[in-house]
């Protein structure tokens, strides 16, 4: 358990449960509709770079680097991580556009027939150098072709390349000795500002060998193969040098020998064992206990454990990391700097061999995340000001459609959804309140005709206009008045969104009320032309999988462009009321989908609910306000807005009554809803609004 703090009061097993101490609910680190919508991001990102449409997918099992084909990401995101996360993709997805992965699977085989060996220290040189310089060749390529992500790959970099635990590995005393170890630090960070060639021979042999200034001129992974090989003759010269040098030392009892007799490894300021990669009038250093304990990438802080603190210093040694370092006073690390250091270095082999740790889904998420792309879901983060003026967040989740596997299986736990194949008595009566509304559809679509039909007014005698012919013969008797003019009615097409309030307090008469308006105007909109209308509704309520205590959803579970009256039947069975009541909250988070349902078209909101808005940290005046300032916004941007209030009973509260006309004012409509004609009354008043 790493919250020590808590230990005195929680079992071991309580943090790894991840149980929410207030509500009892077991949390779960992953929200699959955020997933859904960072891959979907990502995905683009990488379609759009790549001019491919590579899969981008998480990982569920098996090895988790690029396997040639596609692209993989961590299940861990978040919005701190998701530039990096961006970066790391856009690498993986280089690779799979420009990289060939036959020349990679058969360096064994070249290594070969190069060399007449099968070294395997010298094939897995080889690979490592590789790795190294195709990077820099795709990398190259990326930025060049798409400028405008370089961001994201200085996120990616940041975190493997540019840490500030690699900044003073670079200029302390560590990786000076003629090893692979040695030679791989320092070639893999030789993009680092701080690198030092000469620290190590013939690394200013390698820097010109590599030449990143012109690293565009290697146009396939086969240039980089053969950059590599000469990189590595120079590695494997000084290699054998460093080796005849040793093996001369202990032949002549030399071996003693060295700067290292006086074990000053531990730093004045690091007495007590903390991490201090810091300068030593820090007395704030922490320790950096507890992080980096896997060694994965998903860890958060791993080898660079202490990258907050080191943040503090900005960069190398005194500015002796250069291309032309001093050659002396490179300090000592602690034990603990170089176990940071290795681990980074590890993270950097990782990285370079396409084996980046990175969390997996399980099945039910996967199945979930799928759920939510295929209704295209998305997040919407909406703010509000409470009663006291305190400042809350919500995050909407918008489903534009309701698919099948959401009927059958809900897999995102929508509440509103009756799961299974059962056939409750809240299905029975919705099916009969949504035939009830369909018969009546067909009289108020006899009665919203007339918008389908376009009228002519004709004006005779008059003094101006078009000669009326059969007034041409008065003209001799000074008649004057022998003009006319005809005017014509025509309606623009026309879109319409319903919003049903799905809250507990809708349950009963309320709800079924409900089903049978809107399933009446569905059917009255499916006989007029030019008129297109989405139903929705809306709750909040608590998402197994989510971060959140509670969520605001809205839920389309009908669009006259893609699903037919049957289809709405099958959906709206299906659903019943659930959670509590975000109305402003859901208002606010669709504003930019009621605009874009315009195109041209007159556009109308149509609102049925109950009342009174309250939602977790929702509710009172600031809520009726709240909601209210969002109808007005619908107005200002061209909307015609008409709101139904339902109620189980004739005699409704006056104060929700009062509150209910305080938020949508005239628009705000009390009426029979079993009536055709009360609702073609209220309708025509708004969609009968002809262009002359």
Not at 152 to 165: C, D, E, G
Not at 248 to 271: C, Y
Not at 574 to 586: F, L, N, Q
Request: with cysteine; net charge negative; hydrophobic share 35%.
């Amino acid at each position: 358990m790493n919250n020590q703090k808590s230990s005195f009061w929680a079992n071991e097993g309580f943090f790894e449960d991840d149980i929410d101490i207030i509500t009892g609910r077991k949390k779960n680190s992953s929200d699959v509709v955020a997933l859904a919508s960072y891959r979907n991001s990502i995905a683009n990102f990488v379609r759009i770079v790549t001019q491919q449409d590579i899969p981008v997918k998480f990982q569920t099992n098996g090895d988790s680097y690029t396997d040639g084909k596609s692209v993989v990401i961590s299940a861990k995101l978040s919005d701190k991580d998701f530039d990096y996360a961006v970066g790391l993709a856009l690498h993986e997805g280089s690779h799979v556009v420009k990289s060939d992965f036959d020349i990679v699977a058969s360096i064994g085989n070249i290594y070969q027939t190069k060399y007449n060996s099968r070294d395997h220290k010298g094939i897995s040189i080889v690979k490592d150098l590789l790795n190294i310089v195709e990077d820099r060749r795709i990398d190259q390529w990326l930025i060049t072709a798409a400028p405008g992500y370089i961001g994201y790959y200085h996120a990616l970099y940041a975190k493997y390349f540019n840490t500030s635990v690699i900044n003073k590995g670079l200029a302390s005393s560590e990786y000076r000795d003629e090893t692979w170890e040695s030679y791989f630090f320092r070639i893999c960070n030789i993009t680092n500002p701080n690198r030092d060639l000469d620290a190590l021979k013939g690394l200013k042999d390698i820097w010109s060998v590599l030449d990143l200034r012109t690293i565009d001129r290697l146009k396939s992974t086969e240039d980089a193969l053969g950059v590599a090989f000469d990189i590595y003759d120079i590695v494997q010269l000084h290699l054998d040098e460093a080796a005849k040098e040793k093996e001369a030392e202990d032949e002549n009892g030399d071996g003693q020998e060295g700067d290292g007799q006086e074990g000053d490894g531990q730093e004045g300021d690091d007495q007590d064992g903390d991490d201090q990669f810091r300068s030593g009038n820090d007395k704030d250093a922490g320790t950096g206990d507890g992080e980096g304990q896997d060694g994965g990438d998903d860890d958060g802080e791993t080898a660079e454990g202490s990258e907050a603190e080191l943040s503090k210093e900005g960069g190398a040694n005194n500015g002796s990391g250069n291309e032309s370092g001093t050659g002396s006073d490179h300090p000592e690390l602690s034990d603990r700097q170089k176990d940071l250091l290795a681990k980074a270095i590890q993270k950097q082999k990782d990285f370079q061999d396409n084996n980046i740790k990175k969390k997996k889904v399980s099945k039910k998420d996967a199945d979930a995340i799928k759920a939510a792309e295929a209704a295209d879901a998305s997040i919407v983060d909406i703010e509000t000001k409470g009663d006291w003026g305190a400042r809350n967040k919500h995050r909407v989740l918008i489903l534009p459609r309701v698919t099948n596997e959401m009927l059958e299986n809900n897999p995102l736990g929508i509440g509103m959804i009756m799961e299974g194949t059962y056939k409750s008595r809240q299905s029975d009566d919705n099916i009969k309140s949504i035939s009830k509304g369909l018969i009546m559809g067909q009289r108020l679509g006899k009665k919203l005709k007339a918008r389908n039909e376009n009228q002519s007014l004709k004006y005779n005698r008059l003094r101006s206009g078009s000669i009326d012919k059969r007034r041409i013969s008065t003209l001799g008797f000074g008649t004057e008045t022998v003009f006319e003019k005809i005017e014509s009615i025509v309606y623009n097409d026309a879109a319409i969104h319903i919003s049903i309030d799905a809250s507990s307090s809708m349950r009963g008469e309320c709800w079924q009320q409900s089903m049978t308006m809107a399933s009446a105007i569905a059917k009255a909109s499916s006989m007029i032309e030019g008129l297109d209308v989405v139903i929705s509704v809306r709750a909040e309520e608590w998402l197994p999988g989510s971060n959140d205590d509670d969520r605001p959803i809205i839920m389309v579970v009908y669009d006259s462009t893609r699903d037919n009256i049957a289809r709405y039947q099958k959906v709206m069975s299906r659903i019943r009321p659930s959670g509590c009541t975000p109305e402003g909250i859901c208002f606010e988070a669709i504003q930019k989908q009621l605009i874009a349902m315009k195109q041209g078209k007159d556009g109308y909101f149509l609102n049925i609910s109950d009342g009174m808005p309250g939602a977790s940290n929702y509710g009172g005046n600031s809520a009726i306000l709240h909601t209210r300032n969002q109808v007005n916004q619908m107005r200002k941007n061209g909307l015609q807005v008409l709101s139904y209030f339902v109620s189980e009973s004739d005699n409704a509260y006056g104060n929700i009554v009062e509150k209910f006309k305080q938020m949508y004012g005239a628009d705000a409509r009390f009426i029979n809803t079993d009536s055709v004609s009360d609702i073609a009354n209220t309708i025509n008043a708004k969609f009968l609004m002809p262009t002359i």
